[in-house]
T-cell receptor, first 111, second 113 residues
């Protein structure tokens, strides 16, 4: 069964800290892995990693795909209170028509 | 959320009553999805549609049914609501079913008492 597992489920840090969020997956016919940020409402797309694009970076956020370990990490440096959110990892399955999500990591940044 | 709206935004209903949630899109996308979100579970797929009158089950479909009679509308029905269906429900759309193309609605918070 296709499965996506995130850790930790919850994380509280101080502003300015660096955090690393983890995502591991077991999916048949891996195509890609996606990261989303969810604040108060709908998830918003951050990154997509594929076999041909295993590292992405946008400002203070970066993500790496480890195909050997079947996992990905999301790094956030110099965290700000605006980074407080739930971060979701997802992997497509069944011909990429459906997304399987992990449980999410609730990140809280304290001033 | 441009192009996708969910209604109602909030609903409280009693156990045993039927409930219908609506997802409406103006993007003419082929694929539409219903997810539920609960603490500790992330987003779980309930049902999805890959065209008018074409639907399929997701991982947590028990107790739910869907209908799609028009491209723009995807309805989720709880035939007889239970407290375990208290959740936040998200609709998503995708033009080609490609993962990066998902757009989510703002969600419906449903409470079953």
């Amino acid at each position: 069964e296709d499965k996506v597992v995130q850790s930790p489920l919850s994380l509280v840090v101080h502003e300015g800290d660096t955090v690393t969020l983890n995502c591991s997956y077991e999916v048949t016919n891996f195509r890609s892995l996606l990261w989303y940020k969810q604040e108060k409402k709908a998830p918003t797309f951050l990154f997509m990693l594929t076999s041909s694009g295993i590292e992405k970076k946008s400002g203070r956020l970066s993500s790496i795909l480890d195909k050997k370990e079947l996992s990905s990490i999301l790094n956030i440096t110099a965290t700000q209170t605006g980074d407080s959110a739930i971060y979701l990892c997802a992997v497509p399955f069944q011909g990429a028509q459906k997304l399987v999500f992990g449980q999410g990591t609730r990140l809280t940044i304290n001033p | 959320d441009a192009g996708i709206t969910q209604s109602p935004r909030h609903k409280v209903t009693e156990t045993g009553t039927p409930v219908t949630l609506r997802c409406h899109q103006t993007e003419n996308h082929r694929y539409m999805y219903w997810y539920r979100q609960d603490p500790g579970h992330g987003l779980r797929l309930i049902h999805y549609s890959y065209g008018v009158k074409d639907t399929d089950k997701g991982e947590v479909s028990d107790g739910y049914s869907v209908s799609r009679s028009k491209t723009e509308d995807f309805l989720l029905t709880l035939e007889s609501a239970t407290s375990s269906q208290t959740s936040v429900y998200f609709c998503a759309i995708s033009e080609l079913g490609q993962a990066y193309g998902y757009t989510f609605g703002s969600g419906t918070r449903l409470t079953v008492v």
